[in-house]
Nanobody, 124 residues
Framework: QVELVQAGGGSAPAGGSLTLSCAPSGRTFGGDVIGWFRQAPGKEREFVAAISWSGGSTYYSGSLKGRFALSRDNPKNTVLLQMNSLKPEDTAVYYC?????????????????WGQGTQVTVSS
């Protein structure tokens, strides 16, 4: 059974930083992509970034590239989302997910397994 356990998040002032982690388990993920999405109140789920589990290739939402960075902690089998220069509009619930279907890395439709979600709140 595939499970994704998220950690991190919380509150930060504008301009601050937070790190989210995602630890997938339940099978091997060598050919998969781990993606991050976020959903703010009253808004649709939005793509943030994604990383290939095996090769470390990354893909970012154009509006977030430069402030957010994805990496893998191989010994811990964890994906880290480093969020810098946070803005109040970054406030949302953040989700990680496993993409194991062909298609656009930025489309939530190709992600099948989802983490529990982590609240990030940025104050002005």
């Amino acid at each position: 059974q595939v499970e994704l356990v998220q950690a991190g998040g919380g509150s930060a002032p504008a301009g601050g930083s937070l790190t989210l982690s995602c630890a997938p388990s339940g099978r091997t993920f060598g050919g998969d992509v781990i993606g991050w999405f976020r959903q703010a109140p009253g808004k649709e789920r939005e793509f943030v970034a994604a990383i290939s589990w095996s090769g470390g290739s990354t893909y970012y939402s154009g509006s977030l590239k430069g402030r957010f960075a994805l990496s893998r902690d191989n010994p811990k089998n964890t994906v880290l989302l480093q969020m810098n220069s946070l803005k109040p509009e970054d406030t949302a619930v953040y989700y990680c997910a496993v993409k194991d279907q062909p298609g656009d890395w930025g489309s939530s439709a190709v992600y099948r397994f989802w983490g529990q979600g982590t609240q990030v709140t940025v104050s002005s």
